[in-house]
């Protein structure tokens, strides 16, 4: 029976060790929530890195770990300290991440870090090849993986091989600076499928393939070597029916209410309003830039000292990368300044969490915020700004979100902002503050229509019938 094989960068699971023992637990992510019916299905497996550098374990353990994570149809691909050091850290989040979100300046470049790069790829190859069977198809994810389709292409001709960027694919201009970019499209054209967020990080790399690689481009098909390469959009929904039903149990719920419930409950009334943003701790998603628009807002529209507070969740991230520390120092500082130059005896303006939640909390927040202000500077996607739409049962509450997310694209009854305008930013703040009910719950409802319907279960759907189809397609060419 043919299976699918799915590879990204982590496995959809969390190995914790201590002593001689370990843990083996699910992790519940959005894209393992959306390949759960995909990896359950027949033979399915997933591919990727358990977490666990291999120098850390005993020969012994590291079998026993395996084993275990085959029991979850998974298969771990060995890599050491080094390769998560040279690989992971240095070329995939300090050259291919700052570059792909427009960050040049952050960009860096080193010869030792992109053999790196090959060498992990080759590395999950191997791991692919060694778990492949004739018939099977190879659906890869993201951007740390992008040589590793035409790695499996060139010794398994016949596979179909999808790869999903979750990431945006900039413009040509800033793609060709890049030392090592024939290549890495050479890697990514070894997929039938490519699929990106947005119709522009399609075009974009289209335009790349077209103008590096010189390649017949036509409509959204690349003509290569004796292939036909699809490329299309597949923008990547939530797990809706869980966002939307644990708010539900949050209305009517008996049990205990948590501790952050409690405090949020004591801070809105009708009017005392809470603002929520929540992101993993990156300069891409506009950390200081909101603090400081934030600021702007409270000296503009004096009026709403006392009566609006930011609630700010950072999840720690990346920590090891210099710019990451340099990020978390600066969101501290502005915090701190910001929080002495406005607070009153009664009143903080930002109340800042840097840490992972449980998903309760994650939900308390959700639920009890009347504004998200989801702001990135640039983002592929953002999950975020969809669940907190799934999670407003009632249909009040407003969505601030920037332009520059992925997301934007599908979200048009949300109020679309430049996050690098203060302005914009204070008059769409103060706009959703004094939103009619009714004009909320409209844009909520619509938001809430087109997320349901395209959920991430569907995504993976649509991506992997695509992906069939261009099989189907292959076949018929070889039988004409
Ligand atoms: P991320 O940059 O990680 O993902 P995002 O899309 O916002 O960004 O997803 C974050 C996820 O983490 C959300 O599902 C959220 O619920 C969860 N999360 C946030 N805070 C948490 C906390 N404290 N505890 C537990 N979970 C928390 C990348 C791209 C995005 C793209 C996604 C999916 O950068 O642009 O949307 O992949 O393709």
Redesign the pocket.
């Known amino acids: 029976m043919n299976k699918t094989i799915i590879v990204s960068n982590r496995l959809p699971l969390q190995v914790s060790i201590q002593d001689n023992s370990f843990k083996v637990v699910p992790s519940?992510?959005?894209?393992a929530t959306g390949m759960k019916s995909v990896h359950a299905e027949g033979n399915g497996i997933w591919i990727g890195w358990s977490g666990i550098p291999e120098n850390d374990l005993r020969p012994e353990l590291s079998d026993e770990i395996d084993s275990k994570i085959r029991d979850e149809k998974c298969v771990s691909v060995p890599l050491t300290n080094e390769d998560i050091e040279e690989y992971y850290e240095g070329f995939s989040n300090r050259a291919l991440w700052p570059l792909f979100h427009y960050f040049m300046e952050y960009s860096n470049f080193e010869q030792k870090e992109w053999e790196a790069y090959k060498r992990v790829n080759e590395k999950f190859a191997e791991v692919v090849i060694d778990n492949l069977e004739d018939g099977d198809t190879v659906w890869v994810h993201?951007y740390q993986l992008l040589l590793l389709p035409q790695l499996i292409k060139d010794r398994k001709p016949n596979t179909t091989i999808g790869f999903?960027l979750?990431?945006?694919f900039p413009s040509y201009e800033i793609f060709r600076t890049f030392p090592w970019r024939e290549e890495i499209l050479t890697g990514m054209l070894g997929a039938d499928l490519l699929g990106f967020?947005t119709y522009d990080y399609e075009r974009h790399f289209l335009s790349s393939v077209k103008r590096i690689m010189r390649l017949e481009v036509q409509f959204n098909e690349i003509s290569y070597h004796d292939r036909i390469i699809k490329v299309d959009s597949f923008p990547?929904g939530?797990d809706y029916d869980k966002f939307h039903n644990a708010a539900l149990e949050h209305d009517n719920d008996s049990e205990e209410k948590s501790d952050l419930r409690k405090r949020l409950e004591e801070h809105i009334s009708e009017d005392k309003k809470l603002i929520l943003s929540?992101?993993?701790m990156?300069y891409?998603?506009g950390i200081p830039n909101r603090i400081k628009a934030f600021e702007y807002f409270l000296d503009n529209y004096p009026e709403y000292k006392e009566k609006v507070r930011l609630v700010m969740?950072a999840?720690p991230?990346r920590s090891n990368v210099p710019q990451y520390q340099k990020l978390k120092r600066e969101t501290d500082e502005l915090v701190g300044r910001i929080n002495g130059k406005f607070a009153t005896v009664s009143w903080t303006p930002i109340w800042y969490?840097y840490?992972?939640?449980?998903?309760n909390?994650?939900i308390d927040l959700y639920t009890s915020s009347d504004v998200a202000l989801?702001t990135?500077i640039r983002?592929?996607?953002?999950?975020?700004?969809k669940?907190y739409v799934a999670t407003r049962t009632k249909g009040n509450g407003v969505l601030i979100l920037s332009e520059m997310?992925?997301?934007s694209k599908e979200m048009n009854e949300a109020l679309l902002i430049n996050p690098n305008s203060y302005e914009d930013f204070a008059n769409s703040l103060k706009r959703a503050l004094t939103m009619p009910l009714e004009e909320q719950q409209t844009r909520i409802k619509f938001l809430q229509k087109r997320l349901k319907r395209y959920d991430v279960e569907k995504w993976a759907d649509e991506f992997l019938k695509s992906l069939e189809d261009t099989k189907n397609s292959k076949n018929e060419n070889v039988t004409k």
């Open positions: 519940v992510g959005g894209l993201d999903f979750h990431i945006p967020h990547m939530i929540i992101d993993r990156d891409t998603k969740l999840v991230s969490f840490r992972s939640m449980p998903f909390n994650l989801i990135p983002d592929g996607m953002n999950l975020v700004a669940e997310a992925g997301a």
